[in-house]
Structures are given as C-alpha cells and as structure tokens.
C-alpha cells in the first residue's frame, strides 16, 4: 500500500471514499506540496491541468533503470524538437547502465544533481515544490519534469520563440537614423538596449504584472546616472498595479501616470530602442512589457513628445528649424480653427480689408455660422482619419486623400462651407500630421474642439481664456515628480539647450537639472 494511503487512514476517520477522493482529500491537506510519489503527484497534476486539450503528459521510463518520469507541456507554447532532442533522447536512450558507476542508483532512486548537472542539457532548469507553480511554468511554455521519489519537479526552459523579424518602426518613422525596432518578445527588446554599446551599468529589473494572467515587466535604467528616487518610485507604481490581465503597454501607462484625468500623457511610448536609449542616458527609467514593441519612458515633459532623434542625427542648424516648425505645427493644430471663428464672428474689424473683402465673399450663400461650418469639416476630417487608420494598408492612405477632396469640394459647391474654411481645416489637419508622436497629436486634436466652443461664445477673449487654463493646467501638472511643462516652467537656463532649439552637441554636456542625476556631466 503507498504511504500517502496509510497517512489517509491515520489521520482520517473511517468512511468510504473511493481512491481518487482520498487522494484529493491529501492534496488539500498538504496544501498542493509536490510529495515524491510519482502516481499520486502525477495524478493531482492531471486533475488541475488535464481538463486542457493543449497540455500533453507523456510518461517513460529512465534509460533501463526502471524509474518512471512523466513530462508535462502545452502543445504550441512548447518547443517539442527541444524537447525530444534534449529531454526525451537524453533520458531514455542516452542514460544507459554505465550511469549507475557515476552516481547514486540505489533501489530505484537517483541522484536529482545528477540528472540537472550531466543528464539534461538545457540551458534553463529551475525546481519547482508546489503544483500551482509547476502550472503557472507550465502554461508559459516550459516543461515540467516529474521522477518519482523526488520531491522537486524540475522546470525546463522550453518556450518556442514564435516571433516576427526586427523590423523599421511603423509609427516612428525616420529618413536618417537605425532601421531597428522594439518587437513583441522581451528578451529581444531587452538585447536591443544591450547593443547599444558595452554598458555595463544598464540595470534590468524584472516584475510580474497581472493576477489571473500574469506577463513579465523590465524597468531599465542607468545604474551610475538615474536619481534612486525616481527608480524607487517607477518600482512602486509598478507594484501596484492590480488589474487580471495586461495586455499592451497602454494599460500599465494608464496604472502609473500622476493624473488620470488629464487629456497629456505623461508616459512617452516609443518603438524606438536608440530614444529609449537616449532616455535613460539622460536619468530617465523605461518601462518594456512582454507581448508589445511600444516601450514607455517615464518621466516625460511635453517638449519631449514635439522633439525627433532625428533632430540630434543631422547637423545642429536643421534639427532646430525642423524643431522649431514641429512647435508652431502644435500651435496651429490647436488655435487655427478658434481664431478663425473668432475672427469672423466677433473681431472682423482685426482682418485686414481686402482679406475681409475676400472672406465674406467666399462665406456668401454658406447657411450656417462660422463654428457649425468648423465642426462640420474638423468632424469630417476627424473620421476620415480614423476610417484611413482602420482601412487596409493599400487603400487606407488613398481614401484619405480622396475623400478628403471629394468632400470638400462638394462642400464648397453645395454652398454648406466657405472656401476659406476649407484651406484652414486642410491647414490644421496637416500641421497635425507633423507631430512626430502619434499619442501628443491626440490632447491637441481633442482640445482643438475646446477652443473653438470658446471663440464662439466669447471671441478673442475665450480663445485667450482657453490658453490660459491650459496654461495652468501645464504648469500644475506633473510626470513622476518631473513638471511638465519643464524647462520652460521652472525656468532652467541650461536646460534651454534642448529645449525648443536645439544646440550643438559640443554645448550640451550637462544632462537635464530636472532630472537630478547623480553624474550631471555627459562626458568625463
């Protein structure tokens, strides 16, 4: 009779119970531990993983010993060549009886060390002493290795790399600069950073996120130049995450930032490694989430989400006229269309004559006032930009193009808007394509809509007020301890180096004050 069957009756009271009740009954008592006997370990495992079609138990024998073993893996996330190869062949065929010389094989049992340190040749082998565990492994993609009279269940690395090639980032595109971005598997990523250059002070640390559905988490950051504040504070947030499932880095960008409610991120995502890079150099953390290519930077100011690695690529003179447009493509975007309806309902008076002249000309016949004639077109503009993102590749950037034509030319000869309100709403939707981050462009297009509501009802004056209040709200706001509206507001005269101009290279040896790094100089 097994032990775990004289255990049962010793410390049960007599009933019929049938033998799989009883061994049930020991699994709650001794609280899912892996017990070290095979039948009974094996089965507890198929009663919590065998209702899966994807999991796959595959019992031997070792080489001509006579021990049993049991290998336990999911169909898919498994590579099975490894593990026929460098588990099955290992086992079975090439532990023979000359074995027996080298290491303990008494009465059926054998040496745990020994099949670790000269049977098994994967790179990855853990131990496991609860079934929970060995699940959690398991359905990640390793194998789980059971041998009866052990007590420990081996868990080998065994995860297929189901992965698509480095590629150039869709979002983030460049005409001077690597052709390399971040993919969905961490470990690709994480060795993207490393190749960067030999830093032997690039610091990984590694998190579990998630509770029903858990996904590994890296905060990366330089050892010798971030400010240990800021490192122990991304590691708080992060450890407080509390949802079931993250899956994209959206969601942890959402978890950590100071203020929900605010329409800015206050978390950069980039698919960029040489940004991330550039980030960290300057006493920043980042933030890499397996299953995703987005990687996220924390703390961010929003003159960072206006800026391009390209504008440190090219010559100093280029990278701040590029600079400098990006900041007033922003301004458009937000102000265009309020200070035309301004203009045109309340101060027609501050437009030159023949201009004014030229306007009501073209607004003869138009039904509606000068905000219903905006919103009509920036809604219009608004869908087709969202139908051009949902369409396929191929006929994406033409429907944009050619609806946007379609449309309002029709508009303008079905007399519902003015030609002027078409070149402004062509104006803004450009300027907007200008922004290189595709997350900053978002708060700009929504607080477009603001302003406008704003020069209808009060003109000029609401359109001021408006800037105001978004003002304030910049200067309030906070990324991880970091203002936001930094360096513009507190004014840091060093920092203005790489601010809205950009500087040449042999100036900027000072990394950011607002950063307080421990090594403020870039070069030694």
Not at 1 to 11: E, R, V
Not at 328 to 357: D, K, M, N, Q, R
Not at 367 to 393: C, Q, T
Request: aromatic share 8%.
């Amino acid at each position: 009779m097994k032990w775990w069957k004289s255990k049962i009756k010793q410390t049960q009271k007599p009933s019929i119970q049938s033998d799989k009740e009883q061994k049930t009954t020991f699994f709650q008592d001794s609280k899912g531990q892996i017990t070290g006997d095979f039948d009974l370990d094996l089965e507890l495992v198929k009663q919590e993983m065998a209702h899966n079609s994807d999991v796959h138990f595959r019992e031997f024998n070792i080489g001509r010993t006579g021990i049993r073993a049991a290998i336990i893996f999911v169909d898919g996330l498994s590579d099975k060549d490894l593990i026929d190869k460098h588990i099955m062949k290992s086992l079975m065929l090439n532990f023979c009886e000359e074995y027996k010389q080298e290491t303990p094989y008494v009465k059926g049992a054998i040496s745990k060390e020994f099949i670790k340190n000269q049977v098994l040749s994967i790179s990855e082998v853990e131990e496991a002493h609860h079934i929970k565990e060995l699940m959690t492994k398991v359905l990640t993609g390793s194998t789980a290795l059971l041998i009866d009279g052990s007590s420990d269940v081996y868990i080998l690395g065994t995860t297929k790399a189901n992965k698509r090639n480095i590629e150039e980032p869709v979002s983030e595109a460049l005409v001077r600069g690597p052709r390399v971005g971040f993919t969905e598997i961490i470990s690709d990523n994480t060795a993207l950073l490393r190749r960067h250059g030999e830093n032997e002070n690039l610091s990984l640390i590694k998190f579990q996120v998630g509770k029903r559905a858990k996904k590994e988490l890296v905060i990366a950051y330089m050892q010798e130049i971030a400010d240990p504040e800021l490192i122990e504070e991304v590691k708080k947030r992060v450890r407080k995450i509390d949802i079931d499932h993250v899956p994209e880095s959206g969601y942890v960008e959402q978890l950590i930032e100071d203020n929900y409610l605010s329409p800015f991120p206050q978390v950069q995502s980039t698919e960029r490694p040489d940004r991330v890079i550039s980030a960290l150099m300057e006493g920043r953390a980042a933030i890499l989430l397996d299953g995703t290519p987005f990687a996220l930077i924390a703390p961010v100011t929003f003159s960072m989400l206006l800026q391009s690695p390209e504008d440190y690529y090219e010559r100093w003179i280029p990278g701040t006229l590029f600079r400098l447009l990006r900041f007033g493509a922003a301004i458009v975007t937000l102000f265009a269309p309020a200070l035309y309806i301004s203009f045109i309902s309340f101060h027609p008076g501050l437009i030159p004559s023949e201009l004014a002249i030229s306007i009501s000309g073209t607004r003869e016949g138009v039904p509606f006032p000068s905000l219903i004639e905006a919103l009509l077109m920036e809604v219009a503009i608004e869908i087709l930009r969202e139908a051009g993102l949902r369409l396929p590749k191929p006929i994406g950037p033409a429907m944009g193009i050619v609806g946007g034509l379609i449309i309002g030319e029709a508009a303008v000869q079905a007399g519902i808007v003015s030609n002027i309100m078409v070149i402004v709403v062509a104006i803004t939707a450009i300027s907007s394509f200008a922004i290189p981050s595709y997350s900053a462009g978002i708060p700009l297009r929504i607080l477009r809509f603001v302003a406008m509501f704003g020069a209808a009802l009060f003109g000029l004056y609401g359109v001021i007020l408006f800037f105001l209040l978004l003002c304030s709200h910049l200067v309030k706001l906070k990324s991880f301890g970091v203002p936001y509206a930094s360096p513009a507001v507190p004014y840091r005269l060093n920092d203005w180096k790489d601010f809205m101009v950009r500087m040449p290279l042999q100036m900027m040896k000072r990394r950011p004050k607002m950063m307080h790094t421990k090594d403020e100089i870039r070069k030694g």
